[in-house]
């Protein structure tokens, strides 16, 4: 208890973009970033057909 509250144990967490599970394992947290770079590769292939590669290089480190 903090302050007198009970503290919610959840199965997973997410905090500054990292998710935190009730083992601590990474496992989670990869999936959702591999998920998130696997889309962006998908729309930078796509979009390489009509821009240059300076704008390619800008929009994957916006990314």
Do not use: Y
Request: glycine share 2%; net charge positive.
């Amino acid at each position: 208890m903090i302050e007198n509250r009970p503290i919610k144990q959840v199965k997973e967490c997410k905090t500054l973009g990292v998710i935190v599970d009730q083992h601590l394992s990474w496992k989670r947290n990869t999936e959702s970033i591999c998920k998130k770079i696997t889309s962006a590769i998908s729309v930078i292939r796509k979009l390489k057909e009509f821009v240059d590669r300076v704008t390619l290089v800008s929009i994957f480190n916006a990314i």
